[in-house]
């Protein structure tokens, strides 16, 4: 078997929007009060507006730790362990219901497309009582991918 090369690319906005936006599976990391990193996997999206987006409950620590820092950055997986990633940074907002309801629709669309009841969905995210973080992405690494360094690859 081949060897892989390693590599990192730089991309535009728009390369980075179009890689992210099929990938649902991230890493969202938050500052805890005494300044260390927490780390929580996530089911994510992309909104209309190129946010990332996170369907989540009030009362996780990801919630609590935004409010008081709203700085995140999210690390976006593929599929395949081995596949490539980014890392986005950025400025969380934490919206709760009944706010949050509409762009939670959005965000199941992101991910999943149409629902077959959204009244129900609607329902559903009232009585789980959701609530949704949206990071704007300010900044952005390349979108990279592990292998050999390439002086090791034939």
């Known amino acids: 078997m081949a060897r892989q090369a390693a590599r990192d690319l730089k991309v535009t906005r728009e390369e980075l929007l179009a890689f992210v936006r099929p990938r649902h599976n991230g890493i969202l990391v938050t500052t805890r009060q005494d300044?260390?990193?927490q780390l929580s996997p996530v089911t994510m999206g992309v909104d209309?507006?190129?946010r990332v987006v996170v369907a989540t409950y009030p009362e996780r620590a990801k919630?609590?730790?935004?409010?008081r820092r709203?700085?995140?950055s999210v690390l976006v997986l593929s599929d395949e362990f081995g596949g490539e990633w980014v890392q986005v940074d950025g400025t969380a907002e934490v919206l709760d219901?009944?706010?949050a309801l509409e762009p939670l629709v959005d965000y199941f669309r992101a991910i999943s497309g149409e629902h077959s009841d959204w009244d129900e969905y609607?329902?559903?995210m009232v009585e789980q009582g959701k609530a949704l973080v949206?990071?704007?992405i300010e900044r952005w690494g390349p979108v990279?991918?592990?292998g050999f360094p390439p002086r090791l690859v034939d």
């Open 144 to 146: 990279s991918r592990g």
């Open 35 to 37: 300044g260390t990193s």
């Open 97 to 99: 219901l009944p706010e």
């Open 122 to 124: 609607r329902q559903a």
């Open 63 to 67: 919630v609590a730790n935004l409010r």
């Open 134 to 136: 949206r990071v704007t």
């Open 70 to 72: 709203p700085a995140a």
């Open 48 to 50: 209309d507006a190129g």
